[in-house]
């Protein structure tokens, strides 16, 4: 059975940082791709960032620069480090799973709001 449970959002001020993390069972993350999404209120799902089993990342072009995924292979985890965040950031952040190319699990969704 596969579990991601995601921790690290809250409440931050414009400019602040959070480190959002992905704990994964049942599966090992590094043989499959981890990535985060993010939806705002009255928005769709987006995609945000992927790492790779290989470690190769990605991001959505709005949080290039600001953004870093990584892993953490001893923990079976994957995190997500935000920086200069902006209140256009705000929304609930998912972590997913791709088994296989064909499964997608997620977890739970974490809240990150920014706000003065």
């Known amino acids: 059975q596969v579990q991601l449970v995601e921790s690290g959002g809250g409440l931050v001020q414009p400019g602040g940082s959070l480190r959002l993390s992905c704990a994964a069972s049942?599966?090992?993350?590094?043989?499959?791709?981890g990535s985060w999404f993010r939806q705002a209120p009255g928005k769709e799902r987006e995609w945000v960032a992927q790492?790779?089993?290989?470690?190769?990342?990605n991001y959505v072009d709005s949080v290039k620069g600001r953004f870093t995924i990584s892993r953490d292979n001893a923990k079976n985890t994957v995190y997500l480090q935000m920086n200069n965040l902006k209140p256009e950031d705000t929304a609930v952040y998912y972590c997913?799973?791709?088994?296989?190319?064909?499964?997608?699990?997620w977890g739970q969704g974490t809240q990150v709001t920014v706000s003065s």
């Open positions: 997913n799973a791709l088994v296989g190319g064909l499964n997608a699990y």
């Open positions: 049942g599966i090992i993350f590094n043989s499959h791709i």
């Open positions: 790492i790779q089993s290989t470690g190769v990342t």
